[in-house]
């Protein structure tokens, strides 16, 4: 079988979101971002989620992922930032998809986000969150990755070209694999 999903993940700010709209119709393929599906099968708004804590948010991201992973339509699938934290979450995307890590500096993701808005685990000031949140995950990033493609010297459109090459050489790489007796 070619054509798993595409799994974008990596921090807030990486630009998986951006990313994924990009790759999704040059692949011809449906976009699923794991924040708004949790959102829809909540039935409640991402803020509302958030004020009953981070772990209600938590919850509602692993049916998201869960959903997505097992949809048979080979989608690509951005991520929220703290998706691949879960095991659970990392085995399923794993098992579905060729998982991309889009990895940047700090720096870089913090000039991206601004102030934060709309983002609750950077409120106050990103660039110390950011920097924490990228020592804490790194090794999540790295177990939940097959490839990584490091993002902070690239423009967007850049980033969309090596990771469509990965997808393709993904692609060819199961189709050798099976057309083999
Ligand atoms: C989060 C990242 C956000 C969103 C939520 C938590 C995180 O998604 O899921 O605010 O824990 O890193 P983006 O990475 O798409 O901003």
Not at 8 to 14: E, F, P, Q, R, Y
Not at 92 to 121: E, K, S
Not at 153 to 167: H, N, Q, S, Y
């Amino acid at each position: 079988m070619s054509g798993r999903h595409l799994v974008l993940v990596g921090l807030m700010g990486a630009g998986k979101s951006t990313v994924a709209r990009l790759c999704a119709p040059r692949l011809g393929r449906p976009l699923v971002d794991t924040d708004e599906l949790a959102v829809t099968l909540a039935g409640r708004g991402f803020d509302d989620l958030w004020a009953d804590g981070e772990a209600e948010f938590r919850r509602w991201e692993r049916a998201a992922v869960a959903d997505a992973a097992a949809s048979t339509a080979a989608s690509v699938i951005a991520c929220g930032g703290g998706a691949v934290v879960d095991p659970d979450n990392r085995r399923a995307l794993r098992g579905h998809g060729v998982v991309v890590w889009l990895r940047a500096r700090p720096d870089t993701l913090a000039a991206r986000v601004g102030d934060g808005a709309g983002r609750p685990l950077l409120a106050g000031d990103p660039l110390t969150a950011l920097r924490r949140l990228a020592r804490l995950r790194e090794p999540a990033y790295e177990a939940a990755a097959h490839h990584t493609v490091d993002v902070d010297d690239l423009t967007i459109e850049l980033v969309c070209e090596r990771v469509l090459e990965i997808v393709r050489a993904d692609d060819a790489s199961r189709d050798l694999h099976e057309a083999q007796p």
